[in-house]
């Protein structure tokens, strides 16, 4: 129990609060350190950070391409256009004629409706199927899609049909984005895969990797789904559209769809239950259903599918297609579009007819169709039967005397990508040199992003420390403004990295290193003779800067050497080329950092300035410790002093009482 004056009438609280000032200022200094010691580990970080970027820029710089930028330029860019990779050769060529150029393989389809009729490609092929497009002739079950995973790739894969079949064995098999060929017979090659309508397995000719995704699609004779109703329940979606056949169950009771009682809408009636949207699949009961209704529905749904495909440079690629009667032929020409096929499937709404392109130009089938379709959808419905196709060509042409073919107009000959734009006669000279201006951006980025480590580095090791600032305690902080906490954190915080020597080694070896002589089997052997030095001003610690006119010079007199300056990759010190020793300095400077400061990953056990805060924190709590005895003593003794005190009062009040009395 503590007595903070009562008796003595002194501010005893505010007493101990000032003779435990003077016990604290040993725990400010241990708190003032450990300040001091995270602001520097702070630093020593921020410029590790520094360091492994221009490391990632010097790894960058090890690459050859960064030197032998090249560039184009062709006589008539109107008929040859060209671009360069970086390393090509210098070179010449001279596209003596083209007398083709590549085309893709296209079909055009008949008039899809009769005269005075037209299809419409934004609604739904089941009710066109009733008027515009009596051709269109649909199957019943349901369409399915599922995604398996192929664990690890090596067994047959379980469809999980649960009972169905797949009709007629058609469907669409794609791994990870890839098509294969379905087969119900023998052995599957690669690139195939073996249904088994008996077990309803997919078997695959050979071994997929591991946790591939399988997309499968396909068709089942019907499907059953049940539910159980929800409170008052007046509706219920099957999921499918386009329904062609239902029965509902309710509670045991059977209510069978009206084929004929179908609307304009396309809503069918259920009997006294309700009615069905055919086209997307929703039923409407009359009355709601009362919650925990057993339901049961079973339904096939109107369907159609065809198989398109094309000869490719990946070889011959067939997909299937399915799709409801309550989609539009705008999705199905999506459904194309977005599949493997290879062809871009449009329907012109003026001609009213459609027409497949292949992807690619060229020839890919020997001089014989290069679109492969099948189906009635296509022949009989968009009028593809009887039509031929303009078949795909390749470019054909005599490049410096060769006269020879390709399947694009857009091809590439030792690092060189041409493209065709037209045919001539008259010869298009293409020459390739080298582009040193884009080897004078990279070399000067280079400087750029050196000068601005160094200034940086250079910064920390001369920055002033201001011993004077220490850092703020908490009762310092309580007389301060913000901004005048601020700018006290500002300058205690300047000059904890001056002149520190991992950082001083790093910049002189790193100063070394740029003026570090190199055998480059050329004339420059040194960066002053392609005009980079470092500056007048020698406060600016061995900056760079570049003779711009003298660079440009030698990268046009001797390429190789520079390149061989900067990236000279030789077994000895003296064929080493600048960014590799660079590099070295980089790296081991980084390591030095990490172990005198860690990274942001790593515990204080792991680096030194960490294990330095372990020992301050462990200070700080000892000490911690002793403040609180010495503080517990002070009210111990304070309180023994106030109840003597109050025991002297009552004897003084005891006394006079006695002596009042008499």
Not at 101 to 113: D, P
Not at 272 to 296: A, C, H, R
């Amino acid at each position: 129990m503590r007595i903070g004056g009562l008796a003595s009438g002194m501010d005893i609280d505010s007493i101990v609060k000032d003779m435990m000032k003077v016990n604290r200022m040993p725990l400010d200094k241990l708190k003032q350190k450990k300040q001091i010691l995270e602001w520097q580990r702070d630093d020593f970080r921020a410029i590790n950070t520094l360091l492994l970027g221009f490391r990632n820029q010097l790894s960058q710089l090890k690459l050859s391409g960064n030197y032998r930028a090249r560039m184009t330029s062709a006589s008539d860019e109107a008929k040859v256009a060209a671009t360069v990779a970086s390393g090509a050769a210098q070179a010449s060529y001279s596209i003596e004629s083209v007398s083709q150029l590549a085309k893709a393989a296209y079909r055009v389809g008949n008039k899809i409706t009769a005269a005075g009729e037209k299809i419409d490609p934004t609604q739904n092929l089941w009710g066109q199927s009733q008027t515009v497009l009596p051709d269109l002739k649909w199957s019943r079950g349901v369409v399915e899609t599922k995604t398996i995973s192929a664990g690890d790739g090596s067994g047959p894969i379980d469809l999980q049909l649960n009972g169905a079949s797949v009709l007629n064995n058609e469907m669409s098999v794609k791994v990870n984005g890839k098509v294969y060929e379905v087969v119900t017979t023998g052995v599957p090659g690669e690139g195939q895969v073996l249904y088994d309508a008996g077990a309803g397995t997919l078997s695959f000719g050979e071994v997929l990797p591991k946790g591939s995704t399988v997309r499968v699609e396909y068709a089942i004779a019907e499907k059953t789904v049940s539910q159980t109703a929800d409170t008052e329940q007046i509706n219920w979606r099957l999921g499918k559209g386009s329904i062609a056949e239902l029965t509902v169950t309710i509670d045991g009771t059977a209510y069978t769809m009206d084929p004929d009682s179908v609307d304009n809408a396309g809503f069918a009636s259920l009997g006294s239950i309700g009615k069905v949207n055919t086209l997307t699949g929703e039923i409407l009961f009359n009355d709601p259903l009362e919650e925990g209704t057993e339901i049961t529905a079973t339904f096939k749904q109107h369907y159609s599918n065809f198989s398109i495909g094309s000869h490719q440079s990946k070889g011959k690629i067939e997909e299937r297609i399915f799709f409801a009667g309550n989609e539009s032929l705008n999705n199905v020409i999506r459904k194309v579009n977005d599949s493997s096929a290879g062809v871009t499937m449009f329907y012109d709404s003026f001609k009213d007819q459609v027409t497949l392109t292949r992807k690619e130009t060229g020839d890919f089938n020997n001089g014989e169709d290069g679109i492969i379709l099948s189906g009635s959808f296509l022949m009989d419905v968009l009028k593809f039967s009887g039509t031929a196709e303009s078949r795909g060509q390749n470019a054909m042409f005599t490049i410096n005397g060769l006269t020879t073919e390709r399947q694009s107009n857009t091809f590439e000959m030792n690092g060189v990508t041409f493209t065709l734009k037209q045919t001539f006669t008259d010869p298009v000279s293409v020459t390739v040199s080298n582009d040193s201006n884009a080897v004078f951006e990279t070399i000067k980025e280079f400087v750029n992003q050196y000068n601005e480590l160094i200034a940086e580095i250079q910064k920390k090791l001369n920055e002033e420390r201001h011993r004077n600032y220490q850092p703020l305690t908490d009762e310092d902080r309580e007389q301060l403004t913000e901004k005048q906490q601020e700018k006290w954190e500002e300058m205690a915080k300047s000059g904890l990295l001056k002149g520190d020597p991992i950082l001083s080694g790093a910049l002189s070896q790193m100063r070394l290193d740029m003026f570090s002589s190199v055998e480059t089997n050329g004339i420059f052997k040194q960066l002053a003779a392609i005009g980079i030095t470092t500056t007048s001003n020698y406060r600016d610690g061995g900056k760079l800067e570049i003779n711009d006119a003298k660079l440009k010079e030698a990268l046009e007199r001797d390429p190789e050497a520079v390149e061989n300056l900067f990236r000279g990759s030789g077994t000895s010190d003296a064929d080493r080329g600048i960014v590799h020793k660079l590099y070295d300095t980089v790296n081991q400077t980084i390591t030095k950092i990490q172990e005198k400061a860690g990274r942001a990953t790593s515990t204080n056990q792991q680096f030194a300035l960490g294990k330095q805060l372990i020992t301050v924190d462990q200070n700080i709590d000892r000490f911690e410790k002793r403040l609180k005895m010495v503080e517990n003593r002070l009210w111990k003794q304070f309180t023994a002093m106030e109840k003597a005190i109050q025991r002297a009062n009552d004897q003084a009040l005891y006394l006079m009482q006695q002596f009042g009395g008499m």
